[in-house]
């Protein structure tokens, strides 16, 4: 690996934070401006003050303890209009940090409690706001269904049939998330068999706090084509290897995987390393205020610790619209965003 200066030039890293970008790994709630949230408890009269830290922002100690302070925040989000209204405060966002398409986790768990009927209800809203969004910013919104790894199998059923009841050009994948650490993939097989008849595309949190085999299981027992987070693949070269084979794609969120100790610091993260070897690598925030970032956060700190310039930052965005889950139509239409003179 060669180690190259880092960039330091005000103007270049000006430009890279302005680039047109892609994110492929959002978590919905996750994504949820403290602000919004701390409102919102006070308009229902929820007391959950004590998940923010004193200048407002999630407190927590770790992982673990972040899966419960985020279902905390979550908590106050309760009917569709709520849903409606975090999706327009987080497209904002996204659209202010130069995002042009963005995949989304959806919990059909928090959106309805699993139920079909329900989950339309809370999806129409959703969408209508992303429509919006779209029209008055500029920003292409799609959502990936998410059953919840430590809710257990039987949830994920409930999750993956609301996915496959509104598969199609708005609903286009399934994800599993949640603790790495409940259970196995392949218990999972059954979920996303449905999802896959339905004609959804598949994704799967591995390898994250597991080793490279939870990511070689994912592969193999659930079918995924692309892999959430999936960077402990590095630790065995023949699983790297495996997903240059099988052009599977991670979706890296360098900026979570340094906040929450995965890897002591961005220059000793390894997506430089697996990039350089060849895998598809692309670039998210994961749950951006959870963890005190941004996509224009994520660039610039790629810039300086693995000196990717403007051209790097061009292949990591055609990576991920390639593995993005959207329909042609709306691909080609990104890539004119991407791409002015394509
Ligand atoms: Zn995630």
Redesign the pocket.
């Known amino acids: 690996m060669i180690d190259r200066d880092p960039i330091t030039d005000e103007d270049e890293l000006h430009r890279i934070a302005n680039l047109p970008k892609i994110e492929l790994?959002l978590?919905f709630e996750g994504a949820a401006p403290p602000a919004f949230i701390r409102g919102l408890a006070k308009e229902k009269k929820v007391d959950i003050s004590g998940i923010f830290n004193e200048d407002g922002s999630y407190a927590y100690r770790d992982f673990w303890h972040f899966l419960e302070v985020y279902e905390a925040a979550t908590s106050v989000l309760k009917t569709p209009e709520d849903f409606a209204r975090l999706c327009t405060a987080l497209l904002e966002e996204s659209a202010r940090n130069g995002v042009v398409y963005c995949e989304t986790f959806l919990s059909p768990d928090f959106c309805g409690g699993g139920d079909v009927t329900a989950w339309r209800e809370y999806l129409h809203a959703i969408r209508e706001a992303a429509d919006a969004a779209e029209r008055d910013m500029g920003i292409t919104l799609r959502g990936i269904v998410t059953p919840i790894r430590h809710f257990g199998p039987e949830k994920a059923k409930r999750a993956a049939r609301c996915a496959a009841e509104t598969a199609g050009d708005w609903i286009v994948g399934l994800g599993m998330?949640g603790d790495e650490k409940q259970g196995r993939q392949r218990d999972f097989a059954y979920s996303f068999d449905m999802a896959r008849e339905a004609g959804l595309r598949l994704t799967s949190?591995a390898g994250e706090w597991q080793g490279p085999s939870e990511v070689r299981e994912a592969v193999e027992d659930l079918g995924v084509e692309r892999i959430?987070h999936g960077v402990r693949a590095i630790g065995d070269l023949a699983v790297v290897d495996m997903l240059i084979e099988r052009e599977i794609t991670l979706e890296v969120?360098p900026g979570s995987n340094v906040f929450l100790g995965v890897f002591p610091s961005l220059k000793e993260h390894p997506i430089e390393r697996l990039r350089e070897r060849g895998v598809g690598v692309t670039v998210s925030t994961?749950d951006p205020p959870f963890f005190h970032t941004t996509m224009k956060d994520e660039y610039l700190g790629l810039a300086k610790a693995h000196r990717w310039d403007e051209e790097v930052f061009a292949m990591i965005n055609r990576t991920a619209l390639d593995a993005a889950f959207c329909d042609a139509a709306t691909r080609e239409a990104v890539l004119k965003k991407l791409e002015p003179s394509a």
């Open positions: 790994h978590h998330g949190h959430g969120c994961d």
